[in-house]
């Protein structure tokens, strides 16, 4: 999803999400936006671009009570997915990166689901602007 895209999901449901009791909103990203090794890719620049917005809608009287935050997961990795093919694929290239990742393993979507819903929950609420 581009830029645009989400720009415009934000505002179709910004009304909608205001109207609730614990309004928030969750952009899904990646670690590039914040780590980008090699330099700056077009990628990684979209995914800056995705945090910068939600900063903003954040912190801006028009968020109306709605909590702004984005999940920036790290390689995530299952079965059909570019980790789980590399896994199956190139063993030995998939075991060096992750034995430089600092939990020594790949996270799983599950975990990247139970961030988001952390910082969805009304419990997260003082948290705005998070990444």
Excluded at 71 to 88: A, H, L, Q, Y
Aim: glycine share 10%.
């Amino acid at each position: 999803m581009d830029v645009q895209a989400r720009f415009s999901a934000a505002d179709a449901a910004r009304s909608h999400i205001q109207a609730s009791d614990a309004g928030a909103m969750v952009f899904i990203l990646s670690i590039a936006a914040l780590h980008t090794p090699g330099g700056s890719k077009p990628y990684a620049t979209m995914k800056a671009a995705v945090i910068n917005f939600a900063r903003g809608l954040a912190w801006a009287p028009a968020a109306g009570g709605v909590c702004v935050n984005c999940v920036s997961p790290g390689n995530i990795c299952f079965e059909d997915g570019v980790w789980g093919k590399v896994e199956r694929n190139n063993p030995e290239f998939f075991q060096k990166h992750v034995s430089a990742n600092p939990r020594g393993r790949r996270g799983t979507p599950h975990e990247v689901a139970n961030a988001a819903v952390s910082l969805a929950r009304p419990v997260s609420s003082f948290f705005p602007g998070q990444t």
